[in-house]
Every structure is written in C-alpha cells, then in structure tokens.
C-alpha cells in the first residue's frame, strides 16, 4: 500500500451534483459560465438538491420553505451573544450550526423527508446566524429576516437594517452562485465522510464549516484581504510580490488541486470586481488584484482561484473581512447537504487505509525503566 499524499488525483466517491472536466465546471451538467450569468441563487439551490431548473411554482414553494425556516431559536441569539468579544468568525459559526441541532427536534431522524427539511433549514439559517453574530458584536440587536426576497437580499439587510442597493444585492447573489458547489472540495469531502457513519445532516454541515475555515480553503479569501490590506499601495505590490515569490511564500488566492489552467469561476469575480469598483468610484483594490494576478502568473504561472477577486468584491460591497469565508459557508451549505443528502442516498462507510511508516517491533517498557 502507498499513500498518495492529500489523496491527489484520487477519486473517492461517484456524485451526480457538480462536476470539473477538462478545465469546466458544471452543476447537474449546466456549465457554471451560463448560470453565473442567468441564475438565481435559489434556482441553483434547487437545481443542486433536486437535479433539475425549478419551475416558477417550485420555486415560488422553495422561497416560502427559506422564509418559514429563516428565524433561528432564541437560544442559540442567546448563546451568540454569550461568545467572547475576539471570537473567529468561523468558530461562531460552527458552534451555532452544531447548537441548531440542539434545539430542533427532528435533528436525529434520518429519514429522506426529515433530511431533506433540514437541508432547507441549514440553507435558510446559515445567513440569519452570520447576520446576528455580526450585529451583536457591535453591540447591536439583530435583525429579524425578511419574508420573499432572496437570501442575498436579506443577508445583507440583516446585516445593516438597511434596504441593500440593487446592484449589491445582484453581485452577491452572482457569487453564492459561484460558490455553491465544487465536487469533492475538502469541505465536501469532510461532510460525507461525517455522514457516512449515518450521523446526522448538522455533524455533516459542522464538521464542514471547520474544514471551510482554514487558509487553504475557504479561508483563503479573508487571508486574500489581509494581504491586500498588508500591501497597502499599488506601488507596493510589485516589491511585496517580488520579495513573497522569492521567499516561497504562497500567496493566497492563487493555485488550485484541480485546476491547473485557472478557475472558470475567478473570471466572473474579477469583472465584478471591476465592475463594483468602478460605480464606487475607486478601482485600488481592482487594480492591485490585477497587478497581483500579472506578477503571481506572470512569474510563477499559477492562475487566481475563487477567493482571490472574492476580496475585493466584498470588501467593495462594504463587507467585513472576516464574514468572507462565513459568506462562502452561505453558499456552499447547498452544496454540502446535496452531497450529504446523495451520501445518504447510497451510503457506505467511507474509511480508507493508511500506509504505516512508523516503528515496529517495538517492546514494551515498564515505567520506571524509561
Ligand atoms: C475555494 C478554495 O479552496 S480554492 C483554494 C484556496 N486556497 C488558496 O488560495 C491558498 C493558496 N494556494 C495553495 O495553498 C495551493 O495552491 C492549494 C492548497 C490551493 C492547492 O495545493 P496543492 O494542490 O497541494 O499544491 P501545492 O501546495 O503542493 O503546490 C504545488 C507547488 O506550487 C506552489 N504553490 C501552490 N500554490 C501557491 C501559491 N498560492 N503561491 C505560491 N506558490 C504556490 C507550491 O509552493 C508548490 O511548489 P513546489 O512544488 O516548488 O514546492
Ligand atoms: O475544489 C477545491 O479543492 C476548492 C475549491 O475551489 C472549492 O471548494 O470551491
């Protein structure tokens, strides 16, 4: 047996949900490029769940589930505003999914219909957390959700109070789109392999989250605003880049485990990057990405993944740094519970084995012989 280490190239699991062929990325076949430009969040949400477009009726029905499901428990507001004030945004989030099922009573039924709700439920609560953790951090109260408008709609009302401008609400729904789904994604993969053991739909989307979080995942965006924010002119991006690249140092939002010829989802973000900056008047943080991108691809011909231009498109929208990666658990949720529920559908342990490189033979010693 020999491992191949972080199971490169390995294929672990048959999925009907997303696929990346030859460079293209596609949900139920349906090429990202054309839903990025036509689709809704919600049409995506349904299409990952039930493998096909709603009609206006699903849809219509799908919307009035999220808005029935939208209210999280009191206990869990409670509990959020019990965190300590330097809190990670992603360990709130990740406790207060885990704590959802505490307080639902169907938590632990495994049947299709009870997972199925609770896969709506996830979707529906996972933006009312983020605003809430969001507001009581600023000493705010939160904002209750609002019933028919679109998740990114009310995600970015719950978090100011404010009725969100058009073209902020349509960009964001453009990447929850873009991030909804990636075939077997870390994140994905820690969810199946959660479920697997037929535990339930919020182990599956907690241990999810935790595996979103890190830097080399879906971390990776804020870190991509750290960086921005560290480099802080446009003049400064040649000699940081320069001194980074030579010193080995990744940088983040560029290089990806499948794409080797650039992410067909960074296109979309950079023009909406552009496209943001240029009605706010102020193009620094889209002209720095740019000069990022020549250098890092220029030098090193690693192309820019999804959460490179996600930076500066939510920082432009006026976005906290470190609600990126929760905006991208907003998203992916979808993706995660089709995947648990289509594990669910066809379930087999998953466990694999490990090539042993450790000692052997080794005697037992007595304590007080060490
Ligand atoms: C939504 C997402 O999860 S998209 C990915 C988000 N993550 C990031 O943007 C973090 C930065 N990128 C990376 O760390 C990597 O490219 C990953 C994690 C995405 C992919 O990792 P892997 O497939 O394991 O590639 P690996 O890290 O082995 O890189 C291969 C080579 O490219 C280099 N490389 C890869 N990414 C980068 C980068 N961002 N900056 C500089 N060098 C890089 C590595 O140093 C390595 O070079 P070497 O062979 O000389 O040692
Ligand atoms: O597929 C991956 O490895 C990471 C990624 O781009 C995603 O999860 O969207």
Request: glycine share 6%; hydrophobic share 45%; aromatic share 8%.
């Given at each position: 047996?020999?491992?191949?280490?972080?199971?490169?190239?390995?294929?672990a699991?048959?999925?009907?949900?997303?696929?990346?062929?030859?460079?293209?990325?596609?949900?139920?076949?349906?090429?990202?490029?054309?839903?990025?430009e036509?689709?809704?969040?919600?049409?995506?949400?349904?299409?990952?769940?039930?493998?096909?477009?709603?009609?206006?009726?699903?849809?219509?029905?799908?919307?009035?589930?999220?808005?029935?499901?939208?209210?999280?428990?009191?206990?869990?507001?409670?509990?959020?505003?019990?965190?300590?004030?330097?809190?990670?945004?992603?360990?709130?989030?990740?406790?207060?999914?885990?704590?959802?099922?505490?307080?639902?009573?169907?938590?632990?039924?495994?049947?299709?219909?009870?997972?199925?709700?609770?896969?709506?439920?996830?979707?529906?609560?996972?933006?009312?957390?983020?605003?809430?953790?969001?507001?009581?951090?600023?000493?705010?109260?939160p904002?209750?959700?609002?019933?028919?408008?679109?998740?990114?709609?009310?995600?970015?009302?719950?978090?100011s109070?404010?009725?969100?401008?058009?073209?902020?609400?349509?960009?964001?729904d453009?990447?929850?789109?873009?991030?909804?789904?990636?075939?077997?994604?870390?994140?994905?993969?820690?969810?199946?392999?959660?479920?697997?053991?037929?535990?339930?739909?919020?182990?599956g989307?907690?241990?999810?989250?935790?595996?979103?979080?890190?830097?080399?995942?879906?971390?990776?965006?804020e870190a991509?605003?750290?960086?921005?924010e560290?480099?802080?002119?446009?003049?400064?991006?040649?000699?940081?880049?320069?001194?980074?690249?030579?010193?080995?140092?990744?940088?983040?939002?560029?290089?990806?485990?499948?794409?080797k010829?650039?992410?067909?989802?960074?296109?979309h973000?950079?023009?909406?990057?552009?496209?943001?900056?240029?009605?706010?008047?102020?193009?620094?943080?889209?002209?720095?990405?740019?000069?990022?991108?020549?250098?890092?691809?220029?030098?090193?011909?690693?192309?820019?993944?999804?959460?490179?231009?996600?930076?500066?498109?939510?920082t432009?929208?006026?976005?906290?740094?470190?609600?990126?990666?929760?905006?991208?658990?907003?998203?992916?949720?979808?993706?995660?519970?089709?995947?648990?529920?289509?594990?669910?559908?066809?379930?087999?342990?998953?466990?694999?084995?490990?090539?042993?490189?450790?000692?052997?033979?080794?005697?037992?010693?007595?304590?007080?012989?060490?």
């Open positions: 047996m020999t491992a191949t280490k972080g199971l490169e190239g390995i294929v699991a048959t999925s009907s949900i997303s696929s990346i062929i030859d460079g293209a990325l596609t949900y139920r076949g349906i090429n990202i490029d054309e839903l990025a036509n689709a809704t969040f919600e049409e995506v949400i349904y299409l990952l769940w039930y493998g096909k477009l709603p009609n206006r009726a699903e849809l219509a029905k799908l919307q009035e589930q999220l808005d029935q499901y939208a209210v999280i428990p009191e206990q869990v507001i409670a509990q959020i505003k019990l965190y300590p004030a330097q809190t990670n945004s992603m360990a709130a989030l990740r406790t207060a999914v885990s704590s959802l099922a505490l307080y639902d009573e169907e938590a632990n039924d495994m049947s299709e219909e009870a997972n199925l709700r609770k896969a709506i439920k996830l979707q529906a609560q996972l933006p009312t957390i983020i605003a809430a953790y969001s507001r009581i951090r600023e000493g705010k109260d904002i209750a959700p609002k019933a028919g408008v679109s998740i990114a709609y009310n995600f970015l009302y719950m978090l109070g404010n009725e969100p401008a058009d073209v902020a609400v349509k960009a964001l453009q990447a929850l789109v873009l991030h909804a789904d990636h075939e077997l994604n870390a994140s994905t993969f820690a969810a199946r392999v959660t479920v697997a053991t037929l535990s339930d739909i919020y182990s989307v907690t241990s999810a989250i935790g595996t979103l979080k890190g830097p080399l995942h879906g971390g990776a965006n991509v605003m750290v960086m921005l560290e480099i802080g002119s446009f003049e400064n991006v040649e000699p940081y880049i320069q001194n980074a690249l030579a010193n080995r140092v990744k940088i983040m939002g560029f290089g990806h485990r499948v794409y010829n650039g992410d067909p989802r960074a296109k973000l950079q023009k909406m990057s552009r496209e943001l900056g240029k009605l706010n008047g102020d193009l620094m943080l889209y002209e720095m990405s740019t000069k990022i991108e020549e250098l890092v691809t220029g030098q090193k011909g690693l192309k820019p993944n999804v959460d490179f231009y996600s930076a500066s498109v939510y432009t929208l006026g976005i906290a740094r470190d609600l990126f990666t929760p905006i991208f658990a907003i998203s992916r949720v979808s993706g995660w519970t089709a995947h648990i529920l289509e594990q669910f559908s066809d379930n087999r342990l998953i466990r694999p084995r490990a090539d042993y490189v450790g000692a052997s033979n080794v005697k037992y010693i007595p304590i007080e012989d060490r």
